[in-house]
């Protein structure tokens, strides 16, 4: 009978106790009702921050342009035709043959194509036309070609003049010329002897050795190294940039289907016997262009609309369709995106490092010959013409094939080994089959090949090796500074945050820092995922990214709007990775904050809950057994992060956070919105 007793005891005080939570619940949510107006304009009238930046960035356009305009320095606008038209067609008719003065050229060519490349990817979504947008993408295949046919002219000047570049020792023709952007690999064979039908270059280590036929012929062998890559199609050469993750699933299929109905004819002068008319050349991937003329607006727009979502809640639902949303994004683009032929290279899935090397074999033009006090040579105007391996005329015999060593750069890393891939021309496409016997020399970074003709080379690595991420960490390092910090299996990533600029601070890779040529540079946002990117560092989710990777789902308007408030606040806050991020919804995300006023480390932790509507202290503590959303004793909820923080902060933080720069909130931002720590930790 007292057991009883007991238990029925037990009951109603159990009920008294859930029916007084209930009615405190009631009573926060009451409050929380009362003032959530009051704080949702308190929030908006901070989040003005980034529409500052937006307009900010905008006028620093305009204002350079003028100022350009004003220098008289020489150098054209990319963006005014008339100017770059000129640029090009006076180029084009030099007939300087320096090649150290073509290479310097080449750089400024090179930063006309960047400036346009990031005007179009981070500009405000009617600050340039349709029209403009197809101009500057013609512009850019226009600049890419007319470099390389640049490239080949000075080649060609240099096999006439063998001479000046004999090796001592097998008397045949040897050249390496290299600055930051090329290196130019050029050998000559002059005597004609099967015993030097190996070679390998000094200062570079690329090396070749040749099939007999080859080596008793009159021919020239380039290894061309570019350290970017002007090969693929501009779709392939932005893959993984800013924007493309969220871009619109219909706009991505629509270009996908436009291509296989009208494949690009884009064509590099290395991968065809002969150089065609650069007239040609650029009409012909015009196409390009215009198949890509969508994405670029998309990816000009939508995080510019992110950060304006505050003026108007309909945009922000908008832009939050567009970030993925695997299950969705696995219905719509499921069948499109499939790639069935095992050789083509899925660029969803691998990403193009360390450049492009162009492996060519050419006619060896006649040699001068001396004649007392004259040279005599003939004259030939065959230019700059690929000589045919295997021979066109015996296509049926069998050929042995060509074999090739490259030596991997110091500039970029290799977590695993590499995946080598050809250009194929005809299709438009990197592909893996052609290569056979890969030998990867691991004490000294080289890869050994073999292939039948010559080929263009690329070297490729699993783009999503370092994620998910293992942790991340955000804190104030200053006024307007911060450090970011991405910890993955294979490398602790840090990037430094100051003003409206950020830089790589360091790679570490097994206990020792690497990509030490790109540490110390201040670039934006923008600059440093590309040159990450370029070097195999890659912490950039992609729009496909969550089909190889273990996702941590998040509903996207969740997501979107804590990047927004932590880059509000972290000024005065620290932000870090919580193992209870996984246990949370989808509609919830999870994480470490601490008020971070002075310099050093972070010593002691709080967990908060937000959800996007409602921001909240947990209980819990990262060592608790089980995930709770069980409020701390004595909190409340708030409607914004910023309140949530304020019932536990210092004057002098909160202070801080109404001061902080604008520019300096909107990079936070975008490098959040980019790594996207809460979705791939």
């Not at 890869?447 to 690329?458: C, D, P, Q, S, W």
């Not at 601070?505 to 995922?529: A, D, Y």
């Not at 902060?649 to 996207?676: H, I, N």
């Amino acid at each position: 009978q007292s057991s009883e007793e007991a238990r029925i005891q037990a009951q109603l005080e159990e009920e008294a106790r859930l029916e007084r939570e209930r009615i405190e619940m009631e009573k926060l949510k009451a409050k929380d009702r009362e003032r959530r107006e009051a704080e949702q304009t308190k929030l908006h009238s901070l989040e003005q921050k980034f529409s500052l930046a937006q307009q900010w960035k905008a006028d620093y356009r305009t204002q350079a342009k003028w100022e350009h305009y004003l220098s008289c320095d020489g150098n054209p606008d990319p963006t005014v035709l008339q100017e770059i038209n000129t640029f090009m067609s006076l180029w084009r008719d030099d007939p300087s043959e320096d090649i150290k003065l073509v290479m310097k050229k080449g750089e400024l060519v090179l930063n006309l194509i960047e400036k346009l490349q990031f005007l179009l990817l981070d500009t405000l979504p009617g600050e340039i036309t349709e029209k403009e947008t197809i101009q500057y993408q013609e512009t850019i295949l226009e600049l890419q070609n007319l470099l390389h046919q640049k490239y080949n002219e000075v080649t060609e000047h240099l096999l006439k003049v063998t001479d000046k570049h004999e090796d001592p020792y097998t008397g045949n023709m040897q050249v390496v010329i290299k600055d930051e952007n090329v290196t130019f690999c050029i050998w000559g064979n002059l005597k004609k002897k099967i015993r030097f039908k190996s070679h390998v270059f000094c200062d570079a280590q690329h090396g070749f050795e040749l099939p007999k036929s080859l080596a008793l012929s009159s021919v020239a062998i380039r290894i061309l190294h570019t350290y970017y890559d002007h090969v693929s199609p501009l779709r392939l050469q932005w893959q993984g940039m800013p924007g493309l993750e969220i871009l619109d699933s219909k706009e991505l299929t629509q270009d996908s289907e436009d291509n296989v109905k009208e494949p690009e004819e884009e064509k590099k002068a290395g991968d065809e016997p002969s150089v065609p008319a650069e007239e040609e050349m650029c009409s012909d991937r015009r196409k390009s262009a215009t198949t890509l003329k969508e994405n670029s607006d998309s990816i000009a727009g939508v995080n510019q609309k992110t950060e304006e979502e505050t003026e108007n809640k309909s945009e922000i639902l908008d832009i939050a369709s567009q970030v993925e949303d695997p299950a969705t994004q696995e219905e719509t683009n499921g069948k499109e995106v499939a790639i069935t032929d095992e050789a083509l290279v899925d660029f969803q899935e691998f990403v193009l490092v360390g450049g492009v090397f162009h492996i060519e074999a050419l006619h060896l033009p006649p040699q001068g010959k001396r004649v007392k006090d004259w040279s005599m040579v003939e004259l030939v105007d065959v230019g700059f013409e690929a000589y045919p391996y295997p021979p066109e005329e015996d296509e049926d015999a069998t050929h042995p094939p060509i074999q090739i060593t490259l030596v991997l750069s110091d500039n970029v890393v290799f977590f695993e080994e590499p995946m080598i891939a050809r250009w194929d021309p005809t299709g438009q496409q990197w592909r893996t089959d052609g290569i056979s016997n890969i030998k990867y020399g691991t004490s000294e970074k080289s890869v050994t090949f073999e292939m039948g003709t010559f080929h263009t080379i690329a070297l490729l690595q699993d783009a999503h090796l370092n994620m998910p991420y293992q942790a991340w960490e955000l804190q104030p390092t200053g006024t307007d500074e911060a450090l970011l910090l991405v910890k993955t299996f294979f490398a602790a990533v840090q990037i430094q945050i100051k003003g409206n600029q950020c830089m790589l601070s360091s790679v570490v890779v097994e206990e020792k820092q690497v990509l030490s040529h790109m540490t110390g540079k201040w670039l934006s946002p923008l600059e440093l995922r590309a040159v990450l990117i370029k070097a195999g560092v890659n912490i950039f989710p992609g729009e496909h990214s969550h089909k190889y990777v273990p996702v941590n789902k998040k509903a996207p308007l969740t997501e979107i709007k804590a990047y927004q408030q932590l880059a509000l606040l972290v000024c005065a806050f620290a932000f870090a990775w919580s193992k209870w991020n996984q246990e949370a919804g989808e509609e919830q995300v999870v994480f470490k904050v601490s008020e971070h006023l002075k310099a050093g480390p972070v010593k002691a932790w709080s967990l908060y809950l937000f959800d996007g509507e409602k921001a909240q202290k947990l209980k819990i503590t990262e060592n608790s057994e089980a995930f709770s959303e069980e409020l701390e004793e004595e909190s409340e909820f708030h409607s914004t992060l910023y309140h949530m923080l304020k019932d536990f902060a210092s004057k002098e933080a909160m202070d801080k956070v109404e001061t902080a720069g604008f520019l300096f909130t909107d990079v936070v931002y975008q490098l959040l919105l980019a790594t996207r720590v809460l979705a791939y930790s």
